[in-house]
């Protein structure tokens, strides 16, 4: 596809759950980001990924996040023992000139934690 | 650590100026940038400005860096109400670059 596709667009899960988002990065974009944004703030970092490997994931709050790019293309965030204070919106970016940072983002997975 | 700082809300009248400020902390960032978000769309680059320039203008954008006190600035001229979105500056940190976000000025534009 032309940009960045993310899905589910919406997930509505039960605290304790185990949740999948998925990222699908414009073709040929190395670099790969999650962030996360809580309501009424900015995106906050989560991981960065150069091609199959994660460069940086000094944003992972805890050790129930864990995120695969397995070819080096899609990702796959990883939630387990979901908790309310979860609920945000999960967004990926790639890129593809890592020096000027220019980040093409997603629209984003809409997470809500019951 | 790594800190980003913008005000939370700006309301201009149509056809105004807008200024937009942010402050940031690392002083290595190589690259300052503006990112637009509108309800319901992904973020989007609006522009960026090496570190080691003043100023850069883009037919109605005007972006300021102040290296010294660590201040960025995105002025728009002629504010329409197209331009009414939240607005986010970014600095690039660490080794890999990754880009931390400020918390975002809602832009309000009356008509």
């Known amino acids: 596809g032309a940009g960045v596709s993310q899905t589910p667009s919406n997930k509505v899960t039960e605290k304790g759950k185990y949740v999948e988002l998925r990222c699908d990065p414009i073709?040929?974009?190395?670099?790969l980001y999650w962030y996360r944004q809580s309501l009424g703030q900015g995106p906050e970092f989560l991981i960065y990924?150069?091609?199959?490997?994660?460069?940086?994931d000094s944003g992972l709050p805890n050790d129930r996040f864990f995120a695969v790019r397995p070819e080096g293309s899609v990702s796959t965030l990883k939630i387990q023992r979901t908790e309310r204070g979860d609920s945000a919106v999960y967004l990926c970016?790639?890129?593809?000139?890592?020096?000027?940072?220019?980040?093409?983002f997603g629209e984003g997975s809409r997470l809500t934690v019951l | 650590g790594e800190d980003v700082e913008q005000s939370l809300f700006l309301s201009v009248r149509e056809g105004d100026s807008s200024v937009i400020n942010c402050t940031y902390t690392d002083s290595s960032s190589t690259y300052l940038y503006w990112y637009k978000q509108e309800p319901g769309a992904g973020l989007q680059l609006l522009t960026y400005?090496?570190?080691?320039?003043d100023m850069k203008q883009d037919q109605r954008l005007t972006v300021l860096l102040n290296k010294k006190d660590k201040h960025l600035s995105l002025r728009i001229a002629d504010t329409q109400t197209g331009d009414s979105a939240i607005y986010f500056c970014?600095?690039?940190?660490?080794?890999?670059?990754?880009?931390?976000f400020g918390t975002g000025t809602l832009l309000a534009v009356q008509p």
């Open positions: 990924f150069q091609g199959t490997g994660a460069a940086d």
């Open positions: 073709s040929g974009h190395t670099a």
């Open positions: 400005i090496f570190s080691n320039m």
């Open positions: 970016a790639s890129s593809v000139d890592r020096v000027t940072g220019e980040l093409f």
């Open positions: 970014a600095e690039t940190s660490g080794a890999t670059n990754k880009l931390i």
